[in-house]
């Protein structure tokens, strides 16, 4: 099955700076890729997601880059602000035209934006 | 658009007891429902796929006679955790496919906070 790796697990930056976190996959099938943030006791929110037919994405001050061949995939964070402060996760699946199968997470990193 | 309700939020139960969580799929149908678990400070980890209409696809090391999974209609799933202990504590997700636009990401519930006593 699938297996995601996520770095690193905890990040502190400071306000205004740029935070990226990386993420590896195991099974070349797989070609959805979505991240969400979590607040404490709340449900994953998606914040983007990309598939493997492109190979970055960027909506406002996020962004996500897919390497298919390394099997890497990355979220980048720029102007962060203290409202970014949460836990995110990476996932992999495969959607083979009917929709996304189940998710497989990363392990999660916490994201810690000082003031 | 595209709301997933869970109920109950929160349950405590004693040990050895059952304990039923609805997911249901407000403003859209779905064919396919997924249940997540999430032990406190660790990530999402997915338990089975729920299909409308037949027998739930379970993940590795899940105990399908433990966490019985109805998906009776198109809007609902259930998940029954049976027998309860205090190790089954922890927060359970649920996700929607939109049947009708499968290309969406799937729509995550509120979640189910479980605690055995």
């Known amino acids: 099955g699938e297996n995601v790796e996520q770095h690193p697990s905890t990040l502190s930056v400071q306000e205004g700076d740029s935070a990226v976190i990386k993420c590896t996959y195991s099974?070349?099938?797989?070609?959805?890729f979505p991240w969400y943030k979590q607040e404490l006791g709340k449900r994953p929110q998606l914040i983007i997601d990309?598939?493997?037919?492109?190979g970055e994405k960027k909506d406002q001050r996020i962004a996500v880059t897919l390497n298919k061949t390394a099997k890497h995939f990355s979220l980048h964070i720029t102007e962060t602000q203290p409202e970014d402060s949460a836990v995110y996760f990476c996932?992999?699946?495969?959607?083979?035209?009917?929709?996304?199968?189940?998710?497989?997470f990363g392990k999660g990193t916490h994201l810690i934006i000082q003031p | 658009g595209a709301v997933v309700s869970q109920h109950p939020s929160w349950v405590i139960c004693k040990s050895g007891t059952s304990v039923k969580i609805e997911c249901r799929s407000l403003?859209?149908?779905?064919?396919?429902m997924f249940w997540y678990r999430q032990f406190p400070k660790q990530s999402l980890m997915l338990m089975a796929t729920?299909?409308?209409?037949?027998?739930?696809?379970?993940e590795q090391g899940v105990e399908k006679d433990k966490f019985l999974i109805n998906h009776a209609s198109l809007t609902l799933s259930t998940l029954t955790v049976t027998s309860a202990h205090p190790e089954d504590s922890s927060f359970y997700i649920c996700?929607?496919?939109?049947?009708?636009?499968?290309?969406?990401?799937?729509?995550f519930g509120p979640g189910t906070r479980l605690l055995v006593l």
């Open positions: 996932a992999a699946t495969l959607d083979s035209g009917g929709g996304a199968d189940g998710l497989t």
């Open positions: 990309i598939r493997s037919n492109v």
């Open positions: 099974d070349s099938a797989s070609n959805y």
């Open positions: 403003d859209f149908q779905a064919t396919t």
């Open positions: 996700s929607a496919r939109d049947s009708s636009r499968p290309q969406e990401t799937q729509y």
């Open positions: 729920s299909n409308e209409g037949s027998k739930a696809t379970y």
